[in-house]
């Protein structure tokens, strides 16, 4: 279901404030709803942990940013729903439906590995100390099974590895199983590099953006230059790919052209337009966060810019995806225009960008 408008929105965008009203909308007394029809929650569609995974990992940074009381109270939802889903064993379920029953078969999926960025982002700025030691149990029982994990999982679990060596420095299994994953990206992009494809797989498919990040993440953590210098190579390179203009010398002329997901970007052949999704503007925008801190390099924050304004219209067809009077994000950007459902993962990206760029309003009282 898509919308056009007519003229396409080229001026500079002033930055929407970080709202969590439509996350609040889809929500109830179990969890974050997966999609919407239009701003209104499909309860048939039920609930994903990995939504709401992204949703503790959102109401943390904006609750350490905000102190909104609102924030919290959406974290202990989403994250006791975590919690509920998490087995004993280590793997968790995600598929939920609206009885709160589990479905029994699950497709493949990176459930576990947001579960442990969400757990890890807690752990290294939790609203109040007894958040650490629920977390840290739940994040320790996991642990075992993050290199057993598909790429994209266990990268997503190197961000939560990250966190986790910033909150327990001294905790030496954790370091290496973080130095393990990354072997393993680093392996992943020496049997795929080639002159012309400088990356992990021999395709870009969704949210890419998470191997870069990962190796920045592993490499300020380990102190690891070796990992470092791929991170930078493959984040040029998905740069590259991924942004119109010249993100080398000129980051503020052009837009983000994502990779759609109609058929993907195959090694050797041409790069699918549509439909862009926004989990792969927020990955961008994340990376290119963790890039600068690595590198101090400015221009990834110019980058960065830009990769949250195509939320704001700064995208192939001009249109904005996020909506300034629902506080919501349409959940593609499509041949045809955007797509009008607002649901949760497009809104969820929407704001994991935005509190990217956000400095917030810090307090001096604050613990």
Same mark, same amino acid.
């Given at each position: 279901?898509?919308?056009?408008?007519?003229?396409?929105?080229?001026?500079?965008?002033?930055?929407?404030?970080?709202?969590?009203?439509?996350?609040?909308?889809?929500?109830?007394?179990?969890?974050?709803?997966?999609?919407?029809k239009f701003t209104i929650m499909l309860r048939q569609e039920g609930y994903a942990t990995?939504?709401?995974a992204r949703a503790v990992i959102v109401t943390t940074r904006h609750y350490h940013l905000y102190r909104n009381p609102e924030a919290l109270r959406l974290l202990d939802r989403y994250l006791a729903f975590l919690i509920y889903a998490h087995k004993n064993d280590g793997t968790v379920r995600n598929f939920m439906l609206f009885d709160r029953s589990w479905k029994r078969t699950e497709p493949d999926n990176d459930a576990l590995g947001r579960v442990l960025w969400a757990y890890g982002a807690l752990l290294k700025m939790p609203p109040s100390a007894i958040y650490v030691p629920v977390v840290k149990e739940r994040f320790d029982i996991?642990?075992?099974?993050?290199?057993?994990q598909p790429?994209?999982?266990?990268?997503?679990?190197?961000l939560g590895l990250s966190d986790y060596l910033t909150r327990f420095p001294q905790a030496e299994d954790m370091r290496q199983r973080l130095r393990r994953s990354a072997d393993t990206l680093v392996h992943l992009y020496e049997e795929n590099n080639r002159p012309d494809w400088v990356w992990f797989e021999e395709f870009l498919t969704y949210d890419n953006a998470i191997f870069p990040?990962?190796?920045?993440?592993?490499?300020?953590?380990?102190?690891?230059?070796?990992y470092l210098s791929i991170?930078?190579?493959?984040?040029?390179?998905?740069? %590259?790919? @991924?942004?119109?203009?010249?993100?080398?010398?000129?980051?503020?002329? #052009?837009?983000?052209? &994502?990779?759609?997901? $109609?058929?993907?970007?195959?090694?050797?052949?041409?790069?699918?337009?549509?439909?862009?999704?926004?989990?792969?503007? %927020?990955? @961008?925008?994340?990376?290119?966060t963790a890039a600068y801190q690595a590198t #101090?390099?400015?221009? &990834?924050?110019?980058? $960065?810019r830009k990769a949250f304004e195509w939320f704001l219209g700064e995208n192939d067809l001009g249109i904005p995806l996020y909506d300034r009077? @629902?506080?919501?994000?349409?959940?593609?950007?499509?041949?045809?225009?955007?797509?009008?459902?607002?649901?949760?993962?497009?809104?969820?990206?929407?704001?994991?960008?935005?509190?990217?760029?956000?400095?917030?309003?810090?307090?001096?009282?604050?613990?």
């Open positions: 279901m898509a919308q056009r408008r007519e003229q396409k929105t080229t001026r500079k965008k002033t930055l929407p404030e970080p709202s969590l009203i439509h996350l609040k909308r889809l929500t109830d007394d179990t969890g974050l709803f997966q999609h919407a990995d939504d709401n996991s642990a075992p099974l993050i290199e057993k790429p994209r999982a266990m990268a997503h679990s190197m990040h990962a190796l920045f993440m592993a490499a300020m953590t380990l102190n690891e230059d070796k991170a930078q190579k493959t984040c040029e390179f998905l740069l %590259a790919s @991924t942004y119109n203009g010249n993100p080398t010398t000129k980051p503020g002329a #052009g837009h983000f052209s &994502f990779v759609g997901c $109609r058929g993907w970007f195959w090694q050797g052949k041409k790069k699918a337009q549509f439909d862009q999704q926004p989990v792969e503007a %927020a990955g @961008t925008a994340m990376m290119l #101090g390099n400015k221009n &990834f924050l110019k980058l $960065r009077v @629902t506080k919501g994000c349409s959940d593609g950007l499509g041949k045809g225009g955007v797509n009008a459902n607002q649901g949760a993962e497009s809104t969820l990206s929407y704001l994991l960008a935005r509190l990217a760029l956000a400095k917030g309003r810090k307090r001096k009282n604050r613990k």
